[in-house]
């Protein structure tokens, strides 16, 4: 061993010794011995996955048991949000722990060159011996050539579809028979069981909970095959009974968006042929039901993974995280089947970690995380150096209690340059979020500001309300302050 793989080792070490080394049982982790100081990797990306789409989120009829257990054995974030509530620019960001506006991926159009030039924290982990791998949707451009820092490679083109998916694997593309959550899982667990010397890291992006919606190289799609949430056989129908109680923000009509900036983009949908929000604001309850039975296969998927780092007994060697790219609006704000918007149910992700050796069982954090985090986490506990053009923060401090210095406030960013969407046209935005007040800088639209303790639902602009000015001024401020330093310039 190398002295610089030696120092890494070290440094992980201290950081496991740091937190609470204990296993899922309660007794002293395997992995707080030196043996095993650089722990494996398992990070899992759910597509369009809300918040609040879980068990251990309160869902009123989903059953998420695996999930559900890596909050009950490790960490569980409520105040978790996007970068940007947006697929590929977001997934950019929890790659390279960067805001849209510094990595360049800054909305769905096909970047298939730029996503080869990414500086992603994989491309660390691989340069310090770690065994990297990737499986799944890559969804910045249609291109699924392996990118740089992945030593496996197992990627569908585009959107893929649900049944028999193309992967391009082993130098060319494949059709595999199967479902494609299913499919994934099998590799990955191929991957896991696969016999080695050092430490891995495997990066789970699913297609699910998406549509099928098959994307071809040229930006169209393919529109010959099934569209809408499709769970696997197994577990079509099991929710067909079941209804989703909407939120308090669901309007009925469009006079009942509290957002202008929304009223303007909902009308423009609807002048474009696009669904009439006015009369049918809601998302159906089959497409809800749909999603539902999409995600069991993927928290399936999870329990099989779980079970065979327990079989080889590396599952408190192994850390665990799982999240998602953006939200999804079930009619909330008048907006269905989208994910864009500045409001909560957009930009708030689920943030899932497990990890005994520095992660205590069955902790709730209700401090701030970001997507833009999980990178310095990562590398962190890898004992990887962290790049300074990385923009998060390793989530470790707060993991350990220590709350000094952290974050008050959170700053996401949005960009509308899709051609697809013209309703999305003037909707770009930069928002700042602290706990109780969130500040929207719409480009081309008039500000808005939430009081979030006095509505929880965000459907009330106080921005003109009297007392609200100082508050403006103070948030807009802070906002000025984060943009300058995700911009790499001085804050202060």
């Given amino acids: 061993m190398n002295l610089l793989s030696q120092k890494h080792r070290l440094g992980a070490l201290a950081v496991a010794i740091v937190g609470c080394a204990t296993g899922s049982d309660g007794q002293p982790s395997e992995s707080s011995t030196a043996d095993s100081a650089r722990p494996n990797f398992v990070v899992i990306v759910v597509d369009d996955l809300r918040w609040d789409e879980l068990g251990v989120a309160g869902h009123p009829y989903l059953e ?156 169209s799609t393919d529109g010959s095959l099934p569209g809408g949430f499709i769970p696997a056989d197994r577990h079509a129908g099991r929710y067909s009974s079941e209804v989703f109680p909407r939120r308090a923000n669901v309007p009925s009509s469009i006079d009942e968006v509290g957002s202008a900036a929304m009223r303007s983009a909902i009308g423009l949908r609807t002048l474009g042929g696009g669904n009439p929000l006015t009369a049918t604001p809601e998302t159906d309850e089959t497409t809800i039901r ?21 079989q080889a007994g590396t599952l408190d060697q192994t850390v665990i995280i799982l999240t998602s790219d953006n939200g999804y609006f079930y009619g909330e704000h008048g907006l269905s089947v989208e994910r864009r918007m500045p409001f909560d149910e957009s930009i708030r992700n689920p943030l899932l970690i497990r990890y005994p050796p520095a992660v205590e069982a069955g902790r709730v954090v209700s401090d701030f995380a970001l997507t833009v985090d999980i990178a310095p986490t990562v590398l962190e506990l890898a004992g990887a150096p962290i790049g300074e053009h990385i923009q998060g923060r390793s989530l470790l401090p707060i993991l350990r209690g220590e709350k000094a210095n952290w974050r008050k406030s959170i700053l996401v960013e949005f960009y509308t340059y899709e051609n697809p969407f013209p309703w999305l046209v003037d909707m770009d935005y930069r928002l700042v979020r602290t706990k109780q007040y969130k500040y929207v800088h719409w480009i081309k639209h008039p500000p808005e500001l939430y009081d979030l303790a006095a509505d929880p639902f965000e459907t009330h602009n106080v921005i003109d309300e009297p007392g609200m000015a100082s508050v403006a001024r103070t948030l807009r401020s802070e906002l000025g302050r984060l943009t300058l330093e995700t911009l790499g310039l001085d804050g202060g």
């Fill in 64 to 219: 998420t048991p695996n999930i559900d257990r890596l909050a009950a054995e490790g960490a569980y974030f409520t105040e978790s949000f996007h970068a940007v509530a947006l697929c590929s620019p977001n997934r950019a960001s929890i790659l390279t722990g960067q805001y849209p506006s510094q990595h360049g991926i800054i909305d769905n159009v096909a970047r298939n060159r730029a996503s080869h030039r990414l500086k992603t924290f994989p491309q660390v982990l691989q340069q310090e011996g770690y065994e990297t791998g990737f499986l799944g949707k890559w969804h910045m451009g249609n291109d699924p050539t392996p990118r740089p820092g992945f030593d496996f490679w197992s990627a569908i083109p585009g959107q893929g579809r649900v049944h028999n998916p193309i992967f391009f694997e082993d130098g060319g593309q494949h059709e595999v028979e199967g479902y494609i959550t299913d499919i994934i899982t099998d590799r990955a667990i191929g991957f896991i069981e696969q016999e080695r010397t050092e430490p891995f890291f495997l990066y789970i992006a699913h297609k699910a909970i998406h549509p099928n919606v098959i994307q071809l190289d040229d930006g």
């Fill in 290 to 310: 749909g999603r539902a039975e999409m995600l069991l296969a993927v928290d399936e998927g999870l329990g099989r993974i779980l079970e065979t780092l327990e």
